[in-house]
């Protein structure tokens, strides 16, 4: 069973930063793409940031390029999503997901945190 845990959540203000965490089971090493989503009320959820284990492929939404950067850290088997410059409608769930290169879909979740930002 499996195992993505996300820490680092909470409440900030606009303008603020925030720094998530992931942290993955080793089986997630290797030939996985680790990914962050969100999801706001009554919204869809979003994939906003990817990335593999190695440097050199990474994926950002229109909607937070330029602001986040995803990271993993292969010594502390986590995946990282530094969040700067936060706005309102940044306000949702965060949830960490992996899949294989190969799938489409992501099988594999994490619980989610929630992020908050106030204006």
């Known amino acids: 069973q499996v195992q993505l845990v996300e820490s680092g959540g909470g409440s900030v203000q606009a303008g603020g930063s925030l720094r998530l965490s992931c942290a993955a089971d080793r089986r997630f090493f290797g030939n996985y793409v680790m990914a962050w989503f969100r999801q706001a009320p009554g919204k869809e959820r979003e994939l906003i940031a990817s990335?593999?284990?190695?440097?050199?492929?990474?994926y950002y939404s229109n909607s937070v390029k330029g602001r986040f950067t995803i990271s993993t850290d292969s010594a502390k088997n986590t995946v990282n999503l530094q969040m700067n410059g936060l706005k309102p409608e940044d306000t949702a769930v965060y949830y960490c997901?992996?899949?294989?290169?190969?799938?489409?879909?992501?099988?594999?979740w994490g619980q989610g945190t929630q992020v908050t930002v106030s204006s």
């Open positions: 997901a992996a899949k294989q290169h190969l799938q489409y879909e992501y099988p594999y």
């Open positions: 990335c593999t284990w190695s440097a050199g492929t990474e």
